[in-house]
């Protein structure tokens, strides 16, 4: 269970998130929405402790997320892995590489620090692709890929950090209908086949309706709404 209690951000003296308190639970599809400047960016990138919280504190189970630092802090950001709408991958490395860089954590320091990836670490990560659809996409540069192959390719990275949760982005806002479904249902995949709770931050209600278990509506820093995605009946 991840909870936030009372949390804000201010920046430049001004209210970006402000006394937001949520519970969610483990295994959750949960939509974000909202304008753009609602805040909904900052609110999961304050989970993930991108950007820290001015107040109030951020729970998950027994971890005290607001206070986390050094290995500890890195330790968490693996179990919330995000996915961003610019995919953030190291477009000059192969796909392979970029998905095996999600075990970074996972592997002895030594290891990680030389990039000396086991055998089994490399079928992890092809097995992620695999499940994608993209497993034949390994060898090429993440940089020729369309921006729905990068998006699963991020996703793929996530999964193989066996994350807790998945902090997406408006991981689709630079992304054809096609590709939207496509990766709309890499999520939807992974939070039911391994009960990986998602956070995603969306635009578009239609999506948010159909993909998602809750929907949080956020307006001026703000929680507006929060429920079923049938009781949403105004705009938020
Ligand atoms: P959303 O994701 O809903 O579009 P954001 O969380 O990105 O909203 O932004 C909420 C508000 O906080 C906006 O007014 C935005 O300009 C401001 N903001 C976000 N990040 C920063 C930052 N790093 N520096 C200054 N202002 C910021
Ligand atoms: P499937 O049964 O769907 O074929 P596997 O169990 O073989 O899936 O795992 C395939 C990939 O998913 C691997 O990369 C593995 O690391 C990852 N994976 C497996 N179980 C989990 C889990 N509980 N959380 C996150 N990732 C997982």
């Not at 002895?108 to 030389?114: E, G, H, K, N, V």
């Not at 479904?181 to 209600?205: E, Q």
């Not at 239609?206 to 307006?219: F, H, N």
Request: proline fraction near 3%; charge should be neutral; hydrophobic fraction near 45%.
């Amino acid at each position: 269970m991840l909870v936030l209690d009372d949390v804000s951000r201010r920046f430049n003296n001004k209210a970006a998130v402000s006394g937001v308190s949520l519970s969610i639970a483990g295994g959750s599809f949960v939509g974000v929405i909202g304008r753009s400047g609602a805040g909904k960016s900052t609110l999961l990138r304050m989970i993930n402790r991108l950007v820290d919280p001015t107040s109030g504190s951020i729970r998950f189970d027994d971890v005290d997320v607001t206070r986390l630092d050094g290995r500890a802090l890195r330790d968490w950001r693996a179990r919330c892995a995000m996915i961003f709408q610019q995919f953030n991958l190291v477009g000059r490395l192969d796909v392979l590489t970029n998905v095996l860089m999600g075990r970074l954590n996972k592997v002895p320091t030594a290891r990680s620090l030389l990039r000396l990836w086991s055998e089994e670490d490399r079928a992890i990560a092809l097995s992620a692709l695999e499940q994608f659809d993209i497993a034949g996409l390994a060898a090429q540069r993440a940089d020729s890929l369309s921006g729905g192959q990068q998006q699963r390719v991020a996703i793929a990275r996530a999964l193989v950090q066996e994350p807790d949760a998945i902090l997406a982005d408006e991981p689709i806002a630079s992304l054809d209908p096609r590709n939207t479904k496509v990766v709309m249902d890499a999520l939807l995949r992974i939070n039911r086949h391994y009960g990986i709770t998602v956070i995603c931050n969306l635009h578009s209600l239609d999506l948010a309706r159909t993909y998602c278990d809750r929907l949080i509506g956020m307006s001026a820093g703000s929680v507006v709404f929060d429920g079923a995605p049938e009781m949403l009946t105004e705009d938020v």
